[in-house]
Structure formats: structure tokens, C-alpha cells
């Protein structure tokens, strides 16, 4: 992880948020942090915006959670058959 201080993030901004694509940049203001970059190359929008929502992560929580259902349960119950020939067709 790089750090480096405002002062001269505003200087070098493009090579910054080029090394941020491999490693966090840290942004020190006063000597103490203020901010922290990290690369989002390669990542959709979609995605994006999920990984941020708050509400979506309450919602995987509350999920996780929950009873699950093993897959070989869900696979009888739709019908599918297995490798081992059990189910229908």
C-alpha cells in the first residue's frame, strides 16, 4: 500500500490512479489519512454499485442467515435426475 499527501496527489493525480489499479493508494492530509484510492478498472458498473449499497449487503446478511436447502434436495424436488439415476427425467 502507497501512501502519498494531497499536496502532491494533486500533482501526479494520473500516476496515482494508475497505481491504484495494483495496490490502495493512501491520501494523507496533515500527515494523517483522509482518503483511500482504489482501482475499479475491469469492474462493471453493475457491480459496482452493488458492492456499495449498503442495502443489498443488509440483504445478503439476512440471508445468510436463513435455513438452507441442500442442492440435492432442490434437484428431487424440481424432478432432475442425477448422476447416480435417481429422479425423473
Known amino acids: 500500500m502507497n501512501t502519498i499527501s494531497m499536496q502532491n496527489l494533486q500533482k501526479q493525480l494520473k500516476t496515482y490512479i494508475a497505481q491504484a489499479q495494483t495496490e490502495r493508494v493512501v491520501v494523507t492530509r496533515n500527515g494523517k489519512p483522509s482518503a483511500l484510492i482504489i482501482g475499479l478498472e475491469g469492474?462493471?458498473?453493475?457491480?459496482?454499485?452493488?458492492?456499495a449499497d449498503a442495502d443489498f449487503w443488509k440483504m445478503i446478511?439476512?440471508?445468510?442467515?436463513?435455513?438452507?436447502?441442500?442442492?440435492?434436495?432442490?434437484?428431487?424436488?424440481?424432478?432432475?435426475?442425477t448422476k447416480n439415476g435417481n429422479g425423473r427425467r
Do not use: H
Open 43 to 51: 469492474i462493471d458498473w453493475g457491480t459496482l454499485v452493488l458492492e
Open 61 to 81: 446478511q439476512k440471508r445468510r442467515k436463513q435455513r438452507t436447502v441442500p442442492l440435492a434436495k432442490v434437484k428431487e424436488q424440481l424432478g432432475i435426475v
